[in-house]
Structures are given as C-alpha cells and as structure tokens.
C-alpha cells in the first residue's frame, strides 16, 4: 500500500469512525483502524463487534492499492500533533509501515486486514427510510433521555422509530416516563414499519451527524441497521425483540388540565427536590383551582419543602406523587415556554405536551404517577 492523504483530512475521517473502538476489545485487532485503498479512496474502518463505522477519504498520487489495520491510539495521536499538510504512507515491510511529513516520519506496526471481522450486511429487501442529518439528530435528542439505562433489557435501552405513511414517531421510554417526537420529514418504501436504534449507538450517530444538513437514508431488516450520510456509513446490529406498543398507555381522557409556565415550574421541581428522600427523589402535587402546591419530605433527615404557585388549573382537587427528576427531565428537554398537564386522578399516568399557544405541538411526554409517604 502506497499514497498521499492530506494530514487533516485523514485525521478528521479517522475521528470520525474512532466512537466504534471498543474500550476493553474481546478481539485486539479491534483495537486498530482498517484501511482499505481502492484507486483514490480510501476507506476507513473502525468496529466493536456490534456496530461499525466506515467512512472515505479521498487521496492523491496513489500508487498500491491495499488492506492493514493500524493502531488506532498511535495512529490518532500523532495525527493531532501534525499541522496541516501532505502525508505519505506506505507499507515498508510485511508487518510495519511508514508515515513521512515534512522533515520527519514514523514507523508503526500493522496486521493483516484479513484478519479484520466482516461487516455485517443487510438481507434481502430490506426496509429503506430517506430523511435528512437535522430530522434525525432532533428526534434522538428528543427522546434519548427518557430511555432506559438498564444494558439487560435491550429493547428499552433504545430509541424506537415507528414509521406510518404520513408521520414517523421517536420514541424512547424507561417504563416509568415516556417521551414521543413526532415527524413528517421520513419517506418510506414501506408503508409500516420499526427500527430499534441502541442508546449508544444512537448517541455516536448523533455525535457524528454533520453539521449542515445534509439527505440520510437508513436501510435495515431484522437483524441489522445501516444508517448513510455523505462518504460516512454506521452499520448496527440490532436488538432481538419487539418493541412494547407504547400507543395504549398514552392517556386519552385525562379531564383535569393544568396549565404552567414551564421554566417555572421546573425551577420550582427542582427547590423542593432537594428535601426529597435520595432513594427515591419522591415529590407531591396538591392540585386546587388556582394554585399547584408542590411539596417533598425526607423523615429519615428531618428534611422538608413546600411551595405554592399560582397556576391555571381546571379541574378536581388532588394529590399526586411523582419521582421529581420524571418531570424535570421532561421539562428541561423541552425549549416551549408554557406547558399543559393533563391528570385522570392520583394512580393513573398525566400528559405533559407543549401549550398549542406556542405551536410546538410534536412532542409529548408521560409520566407515571408514584406513592408518597
């Protein structure tokens, strides 16, 4: 393998497929970068096992195309300490290889890319969706937070994308709160269909999105996802499993309405959750005509709090508990200035959508209810 590649524009492909390098690998050529040259592209490579990064780079007086896995942490840092410029790279023995800058080079060891595992592929008529970088990273940004952190249950420990014909719907839930988005800007082939995007991976896809927008097609079937934008593709496999249907636990007749500023109330969430019990972060709504008491006790640390707030709400007196990071997640996540919360009574779960007045009406939130001592 032999070629020149621009310093900076090697080190930024090689940022970007760097998020799939595994920390502790099972396999120690996963510890390295694949480069695999064809003609004037080259491709760059990096994987974990369960998902993988390849992205291309374009080079100049190419002279042998080839395969090797470099070391990544090496490789990466000396890359940073460069100033922009061309670089040659070539293999010089049947295990090392050089990388030459202006008055200077290294040697680095490298493996065979033989030995590098294979990306998985798609099957046979997969599932294509055509959106766009900006419609993607706003539905996981949207919604991420809400998902659960438990790494045994896969299915949760996700963002899920529910496709119709007319909208496409993010959702992400920890079985106590959860949060849907709500587009139109995804095109299918299909006319139904769902994909399961690991948090992780998820939060890489987000992290390596562009920052112009930019056309993203994500194609996949049952047992793997590939998400493509520019010269960069993400190749995920996915987890086994259905996702729960979210749609019968979103509340349809909740009569008592709240209406609040939402910096507000989240400021006032956040006062009284300082006196809550640590285990459980446990925070009580006393709901009345006119005013919202929001109060929290600690018995175990003689801790109290309590704070009324004028508000507009219709509907009957009640008390309901609340684990008090549900609601501030959920408010701090929006950016509209006033809220609605719908409550049935003090066991079933409340809404918590936008006020139309602020015409942000593609996102809602639901949070269940919990008993406070």
Not at 55 to 81: H, Y
Not at 214 to 221: K, N, R, S
Request: proline share 5%.
């Amino acid at each position: 393998m032999k070629f020149s590649v621009n310093s900076n524009d090697l080190l930024a492909g090689l940022l970007t497929v760097q998020k799939a390098i595994p920390a502790k690998a099972s396999d120690p050529i996963l510890e390295n970068y694949l480069l695999s040259l064809q003609g004037t592209d080259l491709h760059l490579t990096a994987s974990n096992g369960e998902f993988t990064l390849n992205t291309v780079v374009q080079t100049a007086e190419t002279t042998e195309d080839g395969v090797m896995a470099i070391p990544s942490r090496q490789v990466t840092d000396l890359l940073k300490e460069l100033p922009d410029q061309p670089l040659r790279i070539e293999t010089i023995s049947d295990s090392a290889f050089s990388i030459a800058w202006t008055g200077g080079d290294s040697t680095l060891p490298f493996l065979y890319g033989d030995d590098y595992p294979s990306v998985k592929t798609l099957g046979e008529d997969p599932c294509i969706l055509q959106t766009d970088s900006e419609t993607i990273g706003e539905g996981i940004s949207s919604t991420i937070y809400a998902s659960s952190d438990d790494e045994s249950r896969p299915i949760m420990n996700s963002v899920y994308l529910d496709v119709k014909p007319s909208l496409t719907t993010f959702v992400a839930s920890d079985l106590q709160k959860l949060v849907c988005y709500n587009t139109a800007n995804v095109k299918s082939e299909t006319p139904e269909c769902g994909v399961v995007l690991n948090k992780r991976h998820a939060l890489v896809l987000r992290s390596i999105l562009p920052k112009e927008n930019t056309p993203l097609t994500i194609a996949f079937d049952k047992d793997v996802v590939v998400i493509s934008f520019l010269s960069t593709k993400m190749t995920c496999t996915l987890a086994v499993g259905k996702y729960p249907d979210y749609k019968t636990i979103i509340p349809k007749s909740n009569s008592n309405i709240l209406r609040i500023g939402r910096t507000r109330l989240l400021n006032t969430v956040r006062r009284i959750a300082v006196c809550s019990p640590k285990a459980s972060n446990h925070i009580k709504f006393d709901l009345a005509p006119g005013v919202l008491e929001i109060s929290a006790q600690d018995m175990g640390f003689e801790l109290s709090a309590h704070e009324k707030v004028e508000c507009d709400y219709n509907g009957d007196e009640l008390s309901v508990g609340f684990k008090s990071t549900h609601i501030s997640d959920i408010l701090s996540n929006l950016s509209c200035e006033n809220i609605i919360m719908k409550f049935a009574d003090r066991r079933r779960s409340i809404l918590i959508i936008p006020d139309d007045e602020d015409g942000e009406d593609n996102i809602f939130g639901i949070v269940m209810p919990v008993v406070v001592k």
